[in-house]
């Protein structure tokens, strides 16, 4: 009864950290005056407005190479685990 128990409780866990993660705010950049709750914050601003409604300039962007490696490992790191997994488990018995 245990083993059967135990498909169920992972995907109950899974489809709770996804409903979990559907309400992480997302960063969306966009205009602060049109923003919900930003009525109080354009009543503040004092002088001409000079917003021109686009992003900020970054520079010559963002070095990713760092995070491709790291992603790189983690997913070589995960594929070991699951051959180890798979070679230490044994031939399944027939039902």
Do not use: E, H, K
Not at 31 to 52: I, K, L, N
Not at 69 to 84: D, E, K, Q, S
């Amino acid at each position: 009864m245990a083993i059967t128990r135990r498909p169920l409780l992972t995907a109950t866990a899974a489809g709770t950290l996804l409903c979990a993660l559907w309400f992480v705010p997302s960063a969306n950049a966009g205009d602060a005056a049109t923003a919900p709750g930003s009525a109080g914050r354009s009543a503040a601003v004092t002088g001409p407005q000079t917003d021109t409604g686009s992003l900020a300039d970054t520079g010559t962007g963002i070095d990713t190479t760092p995070y491709l490696i790291g992603g790189m490992a983690f997913l070589g790191i995960g594929a070991g685990f699951v051959t180890y997994s798979g070679r230490r488990g044994g031939p399944r018995p027939a039902v």
